[in-house]
């Protein structure tokens, strides 16, 4: 079974362009979340969807967003990138919420 | 807000020993995951632990959650240099229908094991 894939892997932008990041979570899991990850405060959650629907949101600026469509993929958007937002972007999939999840390999995001 | 404290932050050993990275936290946890992860990549998933006392072992890597569910470990017995990498550990709140999914991450503690 093919695992979670996230598109870009790598992405250079200028700060004040907005972005947007793919997830495709494994085959017959729902449940998606978006962790953002960096050196100085680890891994941060932004946001979990389930069915289409926003479960739950992090301490996150409403600059970050996030949808699911009907084939559980997801994308997250951040507009108006600062440089503060260079990071590491996961994706993690699950069955359906509270069951384990399982990360992506990340898209790298600089923000120049 | 639930917090993770997790120790040592960095670990450099010599292969063949053993050690020893702890999780800690003054919340309780409905379940703990531990994840590997390696440079520019995600973090991959080696045990979910889920009752208090509960012990699991994954071949040299032995897994512990505290009987109050608030704090865990991880032990790697006669340690290799595969064993390189970032550890992370994880819990899931407790209260499920406000935390969702939502993990709360330690720090993590980069091992390396100098061959």
């Known amino acids: 079974k093919a695992g979670v894939t996230q598109t870009p892997r790598y992405l250079i932008k200028t700060r004040g362009q907005q972005v947007t990041l793919s997830c495709s979570p494994i085959?017959?899991?729902?449940?998606v979340s978006w962790y953002q990850q960096t050196p100085g405060q680890g891994l941060q959650f932004l946001f979990e969807?389930?069915?289409?629907?926003?479960?739950n949101k992090g301490n996150f600026p409403g600059r970050f967003s996030g949808r699911q469509f009907s084939n559980s993929r997801s994308e997250m958007n951040v507009s108006t990138l600062e440089l503060g937002d260079s990071a590491l972007y996961l994706c993690?999939?699950?069955?359906?919420?509270?069951?384990?999840?399982?990360f992506g390999p990340g898209t790298r995001l600089t923000v120049t | 807000t639930q917090l993770l404290e997790q120790s040592p932050q960095f670990l450099s050993i010599q292969e063949g020993e053993n050690l020893t990275v702890y999780c800690n936290s003054s919340?309780?946890?409905?379940?703990l995951q531990w994840y590997r992860q390696e440079p520019g990549e995600g973090p991959v998933l080696l045990v979910t632990?889920?009752?208090?006392?509960e012990v699991k072992k994954l071949k040299r890597l032995t897994f512990q959650f505290g009987d109050a569910r608030k704090d865990s470990s991880l032990h790697i017995t006669a340690a290799q240099p595969g064993d390189t990498g970032l550890y992370l550990c994880?819990?899931?709140?407790?209260?499920?229908?406000?935390?969702?999914?939502?993990?709360?991450f330690g720090e993590g503690t980069q091992l390396t094991v100098n061959p």
């Open positions: 993690a999939s699950s069955f359906r919420p509270h069951y384990e999840q399982y």
């Open positions: 085959s017959g899991h729902r449940s």
């Open positions: 969807y389930f069915s289409e629907t926003q479960r």
């Open positions: 919340s309780v946890f409905s379940s």
């Open positions: 632990v889920v009752t208090g006392g």
């Open positions: 994880a819990g899931a709140g407790v209260e499920q229908e406000t935390s969702g999914s939502r993990l709360t």
